[in-house]
């Protein structure tokens, strides 16, 4: 991954998620999940405060209720699953939700809406982390899907279709199959090894990664 586009990211994070010396950012990502870039990147970047605690204080459900209230968290990105085993409270102080990680439903939406501005992210540790970031979710436009988001860092995307049994390959419809491939300089270099070299391409000059 290279620093430029890491940059680009972080900043565009800054900005959606209105990170300043107010904001509190609850680390819930492990440092051997890729995940855990943004929440210490953004949160540092904008002069808020990392709070990083024991593993024990995370668990999805009452456990991750109690630490949001008491270490008064402004800022939280976690998991589908933590989102719906953990119920919202009058007590958390809470701006900003970040669903990642997983596909969202339309219910996560709902339940947290009535307490912060809710957003869904995607990326992949090979296109620096995070890639697409929604503005504030509005659940009635959420009842048939959630979206992905809009661009952040230095990336582009498009969806190729798979290949169909009948052999018409040529487009993409809604209920046809395709493939999420991230492009422009958010694709890192590779990997140190051979391994999954296939993923990586260059198309006219253009970096791009299939993301499967």
Not at 35 to 55: N, P, Q, S
Not at 110 to 133: I, M, R
Not at 188 to 202: H, M, N, P, S
């Amino acid at each position: 991954v290279r620093v430029d586009p890491l940059a680009s990211m972080v900043r565009d994070h800054v900005r959606v998620l209105e990170v300043d010396t107010h904001s509190r950012t609850l680390q819930f990502a492990r440092l051997t999940f890729d995940g855990c870039i943004t929440e210490i990147l953004w949160t540092l970047t904008g002069g808020g405060c990392l709070v990083v605690l024991e593993e024990t204080r995370l668990g999805p459900g009452p456990v991750l209720q109690s630490t949001l209230e008491q270490y008064g968290i402004t800022h939280l990105k976690t998991t589908p699953f933590a989102l719906t085993a953990t119920e919202p409270t009058a007590a958390m102080r809470l701006k900003h939700v970040i669903n990642g990680g997983g596909a969202c439903r339309q219910a996560v939406v709902q339940k947290w809406s009535s307490k912060a501005a809710f957003h869904n992210a995607y990326g992949t540790t090979e296109t620096t982390v995070c890639n697409l970031l929604t503005g504030v979710l509005d659940p009635a436009d959420c009842t048939d899907s959630v979206p992905l988001g809009d661009v952040v860092g230095e990336c582009g995307y498009e969806v190729v279709p798979l290949p169909a049994e009948d052999g018409d390959d040529a487009t993409v419809t809604p209920s046809r199959r395709g493939e999420l491939v991230i492009t422009g300089e958010s694709v890192a270099v590779g990997y140190l090894t051979a391994q999954g070299l296939r993923r990586f391409a260059d198309e006219d000059g253009n970096r791009l990664y299939r993301t499967g």
